[in-house]
């Protein structure tokens, strides 16, 4: 927890702010646009996400208990990436309160739970807006000691009648791929 910390520098008060762009391979589900906020504090990474759009037409999993889950990409979810050199953390966020968080040595390789405590996920629904907020504790990035850090937002969305959106900071050529290096456009010098 220290490393990031230390990496973070003065830069722990300052949230960015950025929009994600859909895949064009995209079939509406329900966003007209997606936007995300990440906030490095002492103790914590908070990461927000705002989907605005039709959003009844958005398939939203029902409320389950906050445990750690694989394949929540099948559903709607959030991600966050924090990369350093080749390696990487990956976290998902549910709006069922699940979530899931893994460290890889590099691109898909070397995939392993990530130790850390769980985050503390809440959401907030309108008629034409949903936002998702996830608090994620230190904990689980030892190791960041040297900067630059890499970072990747990304939601997948899917609709009720079965379509699914990619949104993300950048996409790269073909199928959606979060994990590809250059979705993680967002940097910590």
Request: include cysteine; glycine fraction near 8%.
């Amino acid at each position: 927890m220290a490393e990031l910390q230390h990496c973070l520098g003065a830069r722990q008060s300052t949230p960015l702010r950025v929009a994600l762009v859909p895949h064009p391979a995209n079939r509406f589900a329900g966003a007209r646009s997606v936007q995300a906020v990440l906030r490095f504090q002492e103790d914590c990474v908070r990461a927000e996400y705002a989907i605005e759009g039709e959003i009844e037409q958005i398939a939203f999993p029902r409320l389950e208990p906050s445990e750690r889950r694989d394949e929540l990409w099948k559903r709607t979810c959030f991600e966050l990436f924090i990369g350093q050199g080749d390696g990487y953390c990956e976290f998902n966020f549910s709006p069922s309160s699940e979530w899931a968080a893994y460290r890889f040595d590099s691109y898909r390789a070397g995939m392993r739970p990530l130790s850390s405590s769980p985050p503390k996920i809440r959401t907030a629904a309108r008629p034409t807006q949903y936002s998702l907020h996830a608090e994620i504790p230190l904990d689980g990035f030892s190791g960041f000691d040297v900067r630059p850090i890499k970072i990747g937002l990304s939601a997948v969305i899917r609709s009720i009648g079965g379509e699914t959106e990619f949104w993300g900071l950048a996409h790269p050529n073909g199928a959606p791929d979060f994990h590809d290096a250059s979705c993680f456009t967002l940097q910590i010098s």
